[in-house]
């Protein structure tokens, strides 16, 4: 491990040379590794507490990601017609398997929370993934025909989407939460307490 004593000397002939200098240079890596660690616990942490309501903004997916591939490849010939579309999307994990296992047309992620769109662009930046991060109300946004649209969202929102037309010739995926008096085309278990994976072909 020849970094970490490279490190220390570092440290310890600026420490001994020029004390401010030292100084500059424990503040910048500390306050980095704290500023990264906060960012990083934040993300993690995933519940977002604002005045009167909690917002979970991102879950765990990976129990999630083999049923996912399954319905992919279960329902769709081939993806590269097709948008990839993921609504209330948080940091865009599901939307990052879809674009790492197949072609898309295009993919997109909307989510209406600012900060969970900064982190996912920023985290894109060294990914490179072709996805477009839309910050948005999911209710001013068009979802393009001819998507798969992942939703992990709640039933009142789904069925509003749903009244409003939003999943025109969609194949939609919905985690937990199926509409209310519409039969799912398909049911995956998945572990833990989400339980379902609802699929909806609305494709003509
Ligand atoms: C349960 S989280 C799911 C996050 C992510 N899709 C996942 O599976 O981990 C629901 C997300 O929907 C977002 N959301 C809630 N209402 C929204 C709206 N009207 N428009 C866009 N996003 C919304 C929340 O900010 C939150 O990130």
Redesign the pocket.
């Known amino acids: 491990m020849v970094p970490v004593p490279l490190f220390y000397r570092v440290l310890e002939h600026a420490y001994t040379t020029d004390r401010s200098m030292a100084a500059f240079l424990y503040l910048g890596i500390f306050g980095t590794l704290a500023l990264g660690m906060a960012l990083f616990a934040f993300q993690q942490l995933s519940v977002i507490a604002r005045n009167d309501r909690v917002?979970?903004?991102?879950?765990q997916?990976g129990h999630v990601e083999k049923p996912f591939l399954k319905v992919i490849k279960k329902y769709l010939a081939s993806t590269d017609d097709m948008n990839f579309v993921?609504?209330?999307?948080?940091y865009a994990?599901?939307t990052r398997i879809a674009a790492t296992s197949f072609q898309w047309k295009s993919i997109i992620a909307?989510?209406?929370?600012f900060f969970?769109v900064f982190v996912s662009r920023l985290k894109n930046r060294w990914k490179k993934l072709p996805i477009t991060f839309i910050k948005?109300?999911?209710?001013d946004y068009a979802i393009p025909t001819k998507s798969v649209v992942y939703s992990?969202?709640s039933v009142p929102?789904m069925n509003r989407l749903l009244e409003n037309n939003a999943f025109e010739n969609c194949l939609v995926l919905s985690?937990t939460f199926a509409f209310d008096g519409v039969e799912p085309t398909d049911e995956y278990q998945v572990k833990g307490f989400q339980k379902r994976l609802y699929v909806y072909d609305f494709r003509k």
């Open positions: 917002v979970l903004v991102s879950s997916v993921e609504i209330g999307a948080g994990k599901i909307v989510e209406l929370d969970a948005s109300d999911i209710f992990y969202m929102v985690l």
